[in-house]
Each structure stands twice: as structure tokens, then as C-alpha cells.
């Protein structure tokens, strides 16, 4: 053989690795499952002081139930002390903890590929994508209203995305549909673009409604009635209040056991204390409530204990992310969550920067790693977050998804199996010699290290060559490899056009809304 044809040989082995590297393979890895310890912020005696100051808080201030005569008749019965003329309920020391008991520590989430349904509670972190902004950005069109197109191409990126094992819900609100129908478009992209798990719609309680009765057509009514199908977001109006229509939508998803996040929305210094043990203390205290009327509704109905938590920027106003103090308020929540017995809602790729840039990093490495050691079992936001949660961001989604994978890696511990310990590495390569080429690392290269599909680690004059390209440029080529190679998965076509059906009825039935 000539030195030619080696050359050859050996450039056609190198062009088949790289055909390797970057072909089209649509995977999800499995849920998270910690082999690391979580970290443990609050000693026994805070604890016992917060669960205390949250007791006295729902016994002497009360919460609020407002424009929900139902809600308060149901409280009455369970024994509360009931406040119709204002609205407010106080409810005795331990009552809220008896009815909380009745939900279940952790439950499985099903979606229509089996093999991508998740567990949520104990040691399980499932991450999920970017929710509710109105706003989208990437690299070409800048700044702009969300659109149907928008919403559908994110719902692609997510299922394109190793890492990612929720669908997720509202990955940004599509502007170009009437308000009052956009959920049955949002919701028809997660049940055919995707086969990862969803969350329903909460905006109004007959949406939340439309949510059960598409996923029974997805999925069955029976198996609906029986297995959870749907986590859903439902926000706390905090300070200590409870509105009708986010009550309603729980309501509707408890009654079908479909899943609850019940998640205190505060800024620290507007919508809490200051301080953290304050803020803590009202987080349970909303929590105790929240979780309580879910399993009034129905005893059993799976819940998680949510807790979106900022600080405020005092010279601005605006919330801040990726503080010292979120992160001691995430940390402290679940310790909370896991003596209540429930999964824990928390974290993400947060953010307040205005472009996927330094800032944008650093906060979300702060949040995404806070919630990993604060033992979160159900992760939104996690990946295309931008703007303090206004702008979902086309290049920040495929950055952040590519980190999750660091996540994955992190909550595995350490391999202390045989091969684990690299023995055999270590008398085979003779001091003095390298590893590179040694039996340990041929057979082990392949998945021994994360390995990136965004960042660069090629030599300066390599990158300078291929266009000395930043992250947000590499990004956006990602962003277009991935929607331009994008593969529907199978759907039964019966189920499908039933889907279509429903949609179209429900539209025709109303006119459009856009308030």
C-alpha cells in the first residue's frame, strides 16, 4: 500500500467520523436520576421555625379565595374558619398538613411514546423548556411578537433536544391567534409534533377543560381517568391569594388526575419579605393552601410543591435572577417540599440579560446548578429563557439544551465500577508514556466525557479559518440544522384528524377574541 492510498484511508476514517458526529439522530435521554446528595441549606431548628411561622400565617392572617363561593364552602366544610363577606380563609394549625397527606410523594407522567414518560418526585429531575413569553428573538429577526410558527418550531427544537424530556406548555404565546383559541393550537402542536409529555392550558378553566378532553382523544378517556397524562402550571397570586381562574383550571385537571404545580409567583421585597426565612415562610404558607384545596377537590390527585422565587433590583425595580438570595430561597423550598413529602418545582435557565450573552450565561449556570443540588424534581424554564422570562430565544434554547446534558452528567456521580477505576489504564500505559491510545480509552472515548453540540474547542487558527464564529452564531446554525431536519413522529392518523376535528369544532363554535 502506498503512502497515497494510507492518506486516503486515513481521510476517508476521518470523514466517516465526522458523518457520524453530525448526523441526524432524534434521541431522548431518560429523566434524571441524582446519584448525588442534595445540598441542605436550613439546619433542623429553621426548619421547624418556618414550618411554625406558616401555620400562624394560615391560622391568625388567612388566605384569600376570591370569586370562588365554591372554593369557600368546601373550606368551611373541611373545618375552616371561613370569612365569606372578604373572601378569607383561616385555617387551623395542622388542618392544611392532614389534607396535604393525601397526596402522593411521587407519580409517573405518561406520554404517548411510553419510552419518554417520566417520573417526578424522589431523586428524578425532569427539565422542561421555556414557558409563557409573548416575545421571541433569534439572531436574523430580533425582538418581536410570538406566532403560531414560532410556538411550533420551538415545540421541534424541544423534541429535537437530547436532553430535554418534557414538551413542556405555553414555550411562548402565540399573538397571531385569537386569545380564546390559541390553546387548542398550542396544545394540538404537543400532542402531534412531539411524542414527549405536555402540560394543559390554565389560562381559563374551560381551557383546562379542552386540555382533558383533547387528551382523552390523544390517550383515551379511560386511561385519562386513570393515569396522569398532564402537569400543569397553576400560579399563586402572592401575597396569599388564590383567584378563580387559576383555581378553576386546578380544579378541572384535579377532578381528571391530571397534575398540579401549585407555585407561589413572588419577587422578593414586592410580593414577600425581603428577607429569605420571610420569604420562605410565606412560600409554605401558599403552598400549605394551595396543595390542601387540590386534594379537597380530589384525595390523591398527584401535586407539586412549587416555588418561583426572585429577588428585586433595587434601583430599577425590575426582578433579578441567578442572585445569592434565589438561591438560598430554591434551596431552602425544597427542603420544605421533601418533609412535606412532595415534588419539587423549581429553577431553570434563568435570566434577565436583553441577548444570549455573558450575563445570560452566568445567571443561568447559577440557576440551572442551584436547582440540581436543591434536589428539584421538575425543571421549567429550562433552556431558551431571555428577558426575565418575556422573550423565548431561538439560539439561547439550543445553548441551554446543549448544557442540560451537563446536568446529566453531574447528578451520575462517580463510576466507582472496575472499569471505572481505569486499573487497567493505569498498567498499561508505562510511566513516562499516554493514554491515548491504551485499550481503557479506545473503549471508552465515545461517552466518557459530555460532549458539546454548540460550543467550540477547536485551535484559534481552525476557528479563524471557519469564520471565527461566536456561541450566538454557532447557535443559530444549530437552530437550522435542527428545524431543517426535523422528523415528525409517527401519530395514528385516526387520532390525528380526531384532533384536527375537535380543534376546528371549538374554533368555529366561538368568535375570536383577542382580550
Request: aromatic share 8%; hydrophobic share 40%; net charge negative.
Given at each position: ?142 425582538r418581536r411578537y410570538a406566532t403560531i410558527e414560532d410556538f411550533n418550531n420551538f415545540v421541534k427544537l424541544g423534541y429535537m433536544s437530547k436532553w430535554l ?113 420571610g420569604t420562605l415562610t410565606q412560600v409554605l404558607a401558599e403552598v400549605l ?227
Amino acid at each position: 500500500m502506498s503512502d497515497t492510498d494510507g492518506r486516503r484511508r486515513g481521510r476517508g476514517g476521518g470523514a466517516a467520523r465526522r458523518a457520524e458526529r453530525t448526523a441526524v439522530v432524534i434521541e431522548t435521554a431518560k429523566y434524571i436520576e441524582r446519584q448525588i446528595p442534595n445540598f441542605e441549606i436550613l439546619n433542623e431548628e429553621a426548619l421547624e421555625i418556618i414550618e411554625t411561622n406558616a401555620e400562624i400565617i394560615l391560622e391568625e392572617i388567612g388566605v384569600s379565595f376570591v370569586d370562588n363561593p365554591v372554593a369557600l364552602e368546601r373550606w368551611k366544610n373541611a373545618g375552616a374558619d371561613v370569612d365569606f363577606e372578604i373572601e378569607r380563609v383561616r385555617i387551623p394549625r395542622g388542618l392544611a398538613r392532614r389534607l396535604v397527606s393525601t397526596a402522593p410523594a411521587e407519580y409517573v407522567q405518561h406520554a404517548r411514546n411510553p419510552e419518554k414518560s417520566v417520573r417526578i418526585g424522589g431523586n428524578s429531575l425532569v427539565l422542561a423548556p421555556v414557558y409563557g413569553p409573548p416575545f421571541v428573538r433569534d439572531m436574523a429577526g430580533g425582538r418581536r411578537y410570538a406566532t403560531i410558527e414560532d410556538f411550533n418550531n420551538f415545540v421541534k427544537l424541544g423534541y429535537m433536544s437530547k436532553w430535554l424530556h418534557h414538551s413542556g406548555g405555553t414555550v411562548c404565546e402565540p399573538t397571531d391567534v385569537a386569545v380564546n383559541k390559541r390553546h387548542l393550537d398550542m396544545l394540538l402542536a404537543h400532542m402531534t409534533l412531539t411524542d414527549k409529555p405536555f402540560m394543559g392550558s390554565v389560562t381559563e378553566p374551560s381551557r383546562a377543560q379542552d386540555s382533558v378532553d383533547m387528551a382523552k382523544i390523544l390517550f383515551g378517556s379511560d386511561f385519562v381517568e386513570k393515569n396522569t397524562v398532564m402537569t400543569s402550571l397553576i400560579n399563586i397570586n402572592s401575597p396569599m391569594t388564590f383567584d378563580s381562574i387559576m383555581i378553576g383550571a386546578m380544579e378541572n385537571f384535579a377532578k381528571h388526575n391530571q397534575a398540579c404545580i401549585v407555585s407561589p409567583f413572588i419577587v422578593g421585597g414586592a410580593m414577600a419579605p425581603v428577607s429569605v426565612a420571610g420569604t420562605l415562610t410565606q412560600v409554605l404558607a401558599e403552598v400549605l393552601a394551595g396543595v390542601a384545596y387540590n386534594q379537597m377537590v380530589r384525595a390523591g390527585a398527584p401535586v407539586i410543591f412549587g416555588a418561583f422565587v426572585t429577588s428585586i433590583d433595587m434601583n430599577s425595580g425590575a426582578p433579578t435572577f441567578g442572585t445569592p438570595e434565589a438561591t438560598k430561597i430554591l434551596q431552602g423550598a425544597g427542603q420544605l417540599a421533601r418533609r412535606m413529602k412532595l415534588p419539587f418545582r423549581s429553577g431553570g435557565g434563568l435570566c434577565g440579560s436583553k441577548l444570549p450573552d455573558a450575563q445570560a450565561a452566568y445567571e443561568t449556570a447559577n440557576t440551572l446548578n442551584a436547582a440540581l443540588l436543591g434536589g428539584v424534581n421538575f425543571m421549567l424554564h429550562a433552556c431558551g429563557w431571555l428577558e426575565g422570562g418575556l422573550v423565548s430565544s431561538y439560539e439561547k434554547f439550543v445553548m441551554d439544551a446543549d448544557q442540560l446534558g451537563i446536568l446529566h452528567s453531574l447528578a451520575s456521580g462517580v463510576d466507582m465500577s472496575e472499569n471505572g477505576q481505569g486499573m487497567s489504564a493505569i498498567r498499561e500505559v508505562a510511566p513516562g508514556g499516554h493514554y491515548l491510545g491504551c485499550e481503557h480509552t479506545q473503549s471508552n472515548f465515545k461517552d466518557a466525557f459530555w460532549r458539546t453540540e454548540v460550543l467550540d474547542y477547536k485551535p484559534f487558527e481552525t476557528w479563524l479559518e471557519d469564520g471565527a464564529k461566536d456561541t450566538m452564531t454557532l447557535a443559530a446554525e444549530r437552530v437550522k440544522f435542527q428545524l431543517s431536519n426535523y422528523q415528525k413522529p409517527s401519530i395514528d392518523i385516526a387520532i390525528e384528524e380526531a384532533l384536527n376535528a375537535y380543534v376546528a369544532e371549538k374554533k368555529s363554535a366561538v368568535p375570536d377574541s383577542f382580550v
